[in-house]
T-cell receptor
Framework: AQSVTQLDSHVSVSEGTPVLLRCNYS??????LFWYVQHPNKGLQLLLK??????LVKGINGFEAEFKKSETSFHLTKPSAHMSDAAEYFC????????????FGTGTRLQVTL | DVKVTQSSRYLVKRTGEKVFLECVQD?????MFWYRQDPGLGLRLIYF???????EKGDIPEGYSVSREKKERFSLILESASTNQTSMYLC?????????????FGPGTRLTVL
């Protein structure tokens, strides 16, 4: 069975400082991993995905994530936060062979302050 | 651009009413999904469909049914709405492919059952 744990329900950073959103996963098979973002009153948008190619994945808006199998982690980072990054972020896992089924984490709300 | 539209952004219904939530996608995707999103719980899969007239239960199908008569349209039905079905409902679609493809989400329908 697959599962994902987002370690922080809420993260607050100052504009211009680094962002770290933590995610740990559990999977019986080789997983595919995603980060989605949801801005207020908007649908979810894919930030980036890992599907067993390069372990460092670059996404949109300057975000990136590193797949670490030994730590079963897929943390999301950004060097410098912008006010427009304030949103809810979801870490998502899917096992190979269950191509249609995604398991979502409970979300991390990112607050960016001046 | 892929577009997934949902029939209503906000809906208020009474306990016991039959409720239809409609979702339409315009990119000829084979897979379509219904999720509900609740604070602190992330997104949970209700049902999905991988072809016309085909459906599979997700993690929380109780109290819901679905219909897919045409490829572009996927309906979620609450046969007899209850207050514990008050939630945000998100529809998504994706292509079938060799690797896992991202899901594209609609803006959501916030349903309140009184």
């Amino acid at each position: 069975a697959q599962s994902v744990t987002q370690l922080d329900s809420h993260v607050s950073v100052s504009e211009g400082t680094p962002v770290l959103l933590r995610c740990n996963y559990s999977s019986s098979y080789s997983p595919s991993l995603f980060w989605y973002v949801q801005h207020p009153n908007k649908g979810l948008q894919l930030l980036l995905k890992y599907t067993s190619a390069a372990t460092l994945v670059k996404g949109i808006n300057g975000f990136e994530a590193e797949f670490k199998k030994s730590e079963t982690s897929f943390h999301l980072t950004k060097p410098s936060a912008h006010m427009s990054d304030a949103a809810e972020y979801f870490c998502v896992v899917s096992e190979s062979g269950t191509a249609s089924k995604l398991t979502f984490g409970t979300g991390t709300r990112l607050q960016v302050t001046l | 651009d892929v577009k997934v539209t949902q029939s209503s952004r906000y809906l208020v219904k009474r306990t016991g009413e039959k409720v239809f939530l409609e979702c339409v996608q315009d990119m000829d995707h084979e897979n379509m999904f219904w999720y509900r999103q609740d604070p602190g719980l992330g997104l949970r899969l209700i049902y999905f469909s991988y072809d016309v007239k085909m459906k599979e239960k997700g993690d929380i199908p109780e109290g819901y049914s679905v219909s897919r008569e045409k490829k572009e349209r996927f309906s979620l039905i609450l046969e007899s709405a209850s207050t514990n079905q008050t939630s945000m409902y998100l529809c998504a679609s994706s292509l079938v492919g060799i690797t896992l493809n991202e899901q594209f989400f609609g803006p959501g329908t916030r349903l309140t059952v009184l």
